[in-house]
């Protein structure tokens, strides 16, 4: 009486479920990711609880990284200094002095370097200058 045979049995896994589970996990997660616009210039605003007024014009911006690197309109000034900011602003706006101008600098950035970008401005006769803020966050 033969009882079991052994007989090489030949198990094959099947993958088609698992590939269709990662597939429809890859499908879900890329339409539930939220994508943000995010800078070249890593730049942490400081906070302030006015809300951010519309603008009409195209704006100048002013950058300044936490280390003092001045940025106008995401390009960087080859220094720090007043001349360079004020020869970078002429070649921008020539002789157009209404154009809205934004100043943001890090919250770490040293106060000389924003106070420097606003001397600069004001001796240029520019009048419409703002910094920019984020809001702040309400955890405490």
Not at 4 to 10: D, L, M, T
Not at 100 to 120: C, E, G, Q, S, Y
């Amino acid at each position: 009486m033969k009882i079991s045979s052994h007989q090489p049995e030949n198990r094959k896994l099947n993958l088609t479920p698992l590939i269709d589970v990662v597939f429809l996990l890859l499908i879900f997660f890329m339409v539930s990711t939220t994508f943000e616009k995010q800078a070249k210039l890593k730049i942490e605003l400081p906070e302030a609880s006015s809300k951010p007024a519309a603008s009409e014009q195209q704006d100048l911006v002013i950058s300044i990284s936490q280390k003092g690197v001045f940025f106008i309109n995401n390009n960087e000034l080859i220094n720090a200094q007043s001349q360079s900011l004020k020869n970078a602003l002429q070649q921008i706006v020539k002789d157009s002095r209404e154009m809205p101008v934004i100043i943001r600098a890090d919250a770490n950035a040293a106060h000389k370097h924003v106070v420097m970008a606003m001397d600069v401005l004001g001796n240029m006769g520019f009048e419409k200058v703002s910094m920019a803020t984020t809001q702040p966050s309400d955890t405490q």
